[in-house]
């Protein structure tokens, strides 16, 4: 079981700029950014495959967001002209092989989670 471990969230002014990391303890395959606001149902934000190209954006972050890979075990996510509604406990996760979608139920590894605001 690989642990992950998230860090660099906190608070914006709406348009501004903030990166989250995510490292992991072991490789991986797909490495993933999620996000859950209260109420709502946790959603893709972006995702590298085990080959460390970026795969997929949801498309209210495009444009907006680039997801990145540093080295083998380290995930990043830059966000930019952040939005009131980024607000959200942003997670890491993981899964081993190629498969890499966005289909939250698949992945098997998780980090805690931290807390991006976006505030007007």
């Known amino acids: 079981q690989v642990q992950l471990v998230e860090s660099g969230g906190g608070s914006v002014q709406v348009g501004g700029s903030m990166r989250l990391s995510c490292e992991a303890s072991?490789?991986?395959?797909?490495m993933a950014w999620f996000r859950q606001a209260p109420g709502r149902e946790r959603e893709g934000v972006a995702a590298?495959?085990?080959?460390?190209?970026?795969t997929w954006y949801a498309n209210s972050v495009k444009g907006r967001f680039t997801v990145a890979q540093e080295g083998k075990t380290t995930l990043s996510l830059q966000m930019s002209r952040l939005k009131p509604e980024d607000t959200a406990m942003y997670y890491c996760?993981?899964?081993?092989?190629?498969?890499?979608?966005?289909?939250?139920?698949?992945?098997?590894?998780w980090g805690r989670g931290t807390q991006v605001t976006v505030s007007s």
């Open positions: 996760a993981a899964q081993d092989g190629w498969w890499c979608g966005d289909d939250w139920h698949k992945y098997s590894n």
């Open positions: 590298i495959n085990a080959g460390g190209s970026p």
């Open positions: 072991g490789d991986t395959g797909c």
